[in-house]
């Protein structure tokens, strides 16, 4: 009979320790980080933030089973447009504890990956991360850092140029706002552009904003006699749009620009990856390293969806009249 219970007690035992350790896992909270460049923390906050990436990123997390205040702590935090404080607010998060540390660009994964080679860190908008050194290979990352590409490849630059041409046939000067550095003008991005300029008759000049001075940008373009303006879909750019796209209503210049938030903010049109759309989907690289997989082991995703977003109200403004043509291939037109 001694036999018998013990035997019972072992089986019950072996029957009890997965659910036990189910239960654990169940009940464990983790707690993940989340970066964003320039906008105020108050627009990232509650269940529904104002911040259309963040509330992205929420929802995803939400769908995959991760609600705040049960099984998830979010940590939010903006550098607020002082780039100098990325290192800061990654190494608070370190201390933490952070589980995972979510992060637009390219800028912050690099300050994150100079302080830890342990947490886990999901880029949700990488631009060159082989050429950043952030990965080995885009199919085998190899280290703590993966995630989600926001530009595919020089060679969309230059498809951006063609349809900013069709869209203003009788234009031939055109100024290129970005610097000269890195994948802007003397880049490969920039190349391409400029190829595509030699190739459809456009003369394209250089309008620097060093130091973020974007108004002296535009006086630049001004003297070269521009007639339209293609935004370079450099982080800074992105990170200023509000300021650009004010500029350039002033100006009343015809802009192009990579993603359509700038076009929200009354850019005329943006041919590029939906930005929001990739932080939803940098939720599910989340739900996986929770769940055990190595960052190493996630290969980076590349963009294969590109969307074209065009601003009629801005292009009745500026008097033009867009081609129904490309009017009928558009994705979006805000009215």
Do not use: C
């Not at 339209?228 to 015809?254: C, G, K, N, Y």
């Amino acid at each position: 009979m001694r036999l018998i219970g013990l035997v019972v007690v072992l089986a019950l035992g072996l029957t009890l320790a997965p659910l036990a350790a189910g239960a654990q896992q169940a009940g464990k909270v983790h707690r993940v980080g989340l970066i964003v460049t320039t906008s105020p923390v108050s627009e990232m906050t509650g269940s529904e933030p104002v911040h259309p990436s963040v509330r992205a990123f929420v929802q995803g997390l939400r769908a995959l089973g991760y609600v705040e205040g049960q099984n998830l702590i979010l940590e939010r935090r903006s550098a607020e447009g002082r780039f100098e404080r990325f290192g800061d607010i990654v190494t608070e998060l370190v201390s933490l504890k952070t589980d995972v540390i979510v992060a637009p660009g390219d800028l912050i994964p690099r300050a994150a990956r100079a302080i830890t080679t342990t947490v886990p860190i999901v880029m949700a908008t990488a631009e060159d991360p082989v050429g950043a050194g952030l990965v080995q290979s885009l199919a085998r990352p190899g280290g703590n850092v993966t995630g989600l590409m926001l530009i595919v490849g020089p060679e969309i630059e230059g498809k951006r140029l063609e349809i900013f041409r069709e869209a203003l046939p009788g234009v031939s000067r055109v100024a290129y706002l970005g610097s000269k550095q890195e994948k802007d003008w003397e880049g490969p991005w920039g190349q391409s552009v400029r190829t595509a300029a030699r190739a459809l008759g456009v003369t394209l000049v250089l309008s620097e904003f060093p130091s973020r001075q974007y108004a002296d940008a535009f006086a630049q373009l001004t003297r070269a006699r521009a007639e339209a303006v293609f935004i370079s879909p450099s982080l800074l750019a992105f990170a200023d749009r509000a300021l650009v796209a004010e500029l350039a209503t002033r100006a009343r210049m015809p802009t192009m620009f990579a993603y359509r938030q700038q076009v929200e903010l009354g850019g005329l049109m943006s041919y590029g990856v939906n930005v929001v759309d990739n932080f939803r989907r940098a939720a599910s690289f989340v739900d996986r390293i929770l769940k055990g997989t190595k960052p190493a082991d996630l290969p980076v995703e590349r963009p294969t969806k590109f969307e074209l977003v065009i601003n009629l109200k801005t292009a009745k403004a500026l008097g033009l009249k867009i081609p129904q043509s490309l009017l009928g291939r558009a994705d979006q037109i805000i009215e």
